[in-house]
């Protein structure tokens, strides 16, 4: 099993461009989140989905939109990028809520 | 309101000395509640929950319900204990991380 999986790894934007950060898990679970790692502010939940065809917002779900259309796939698009969206983003996922969480490597992104 | 709050940002030790990371939950009812740990370059990762009263690593964390905290304690550390250490707790319908404490072992 690949377990959870990001791509890209790194990402340098321009302010107002749009991209997608990707995220596959092959374990077949139901729940996956996206988080935000700041200096100083430790993970925050930005979307999370508690099955296909079902997303959620978090703490700070502002300027980022989420689908899950598969078991396997959830990715989050940022819209318009800003340089306050510079962090490091972990996707995850687990069985159920409380279970143990299985996160990906993350990708680094800047935004200039 | 659910919350984790972890009130230190860094712990430096030196090796062999005791280790505690502090965390505090706010959660009406029986709380659900995690270590997660980041090593340099790796990714984050349970460490322990408290329903399984495990010791990993020998880390230990015990739920004080009075207190409202479930701190994480180590007798000796090691120098690769050093990491980032994320308290967490199950909510209605996610996970609530604190913001986490950076623990550095000097040997």
């Known amino acids: 099993n690949a377990g959870v999986t990001q791509t890209p790894k790194f990402q340098v934007l321009k302010t107002g461009q749009s991209m997608t950060l990707q995220c596959a898990q092959d374990?077949?679970?139901?729940?996956m989140s996206w988080y935000r790692q700041d200096p100083g502010m430790g993970l925050r939940l930005i979307h999370y989905?508690?099955?296909?065809?079902?997303?959620d917002q978090g703490e700070v779900p502002n300027g980022y939109n989420v689908s899950r259309s598969t078991t396997e796939d959830f990715p989050l698009r940022l819209l318009s990028a800003a340089p306050s969206q510079t962090s490091v983003y972990f996707c995850?996922?687990?069985?159920?809520?409380?279970?143990?969480?299985?996160f990906g490597p993350g990708t680094r992104l800047t935004v200039t | 309101a659910q919350r984790v709050t972890q009130p230190e940002k860094l712990l430096s030790v030196f090796k062999g000395a005791p280790v505690e990371l502090k965390c505090n939950y706010s959660?009406?009812?029986?709380?659900?509640l995690f270590w997660y740990v980041q090593y340099s370059r790796q990714r984050l990762q349970l460490l322990l929950r408290?329903?399984s009263r495990e010791s990993i690593k020998g880390f230990t964390a015990d739920l004080n319900k009075g207190e409202t905290s479930f701190h994480l304690k180590k007798p000796f550390a090691q120098e690769e204990d050093s990491a980032m250490y994320y308290c967490a707790l199950e909510g209605t319908d996610k996970l609530i991380f604190g913001t986490g404490t950076r623990l550095q072992v000097f040997p």
């Open positions: 989905s508690v099955g296909a065809g079902i997303t």
């Open positions: 959660y009406s009812g029986s709380p659900e």
């Open positions: 374990m077949n679970h139901e729940y």
């Open positions: 995850a996922s687990s069985l159920t809520i409380g279970g143990e969480q299985y």
């Open positions: 408290h329903i």
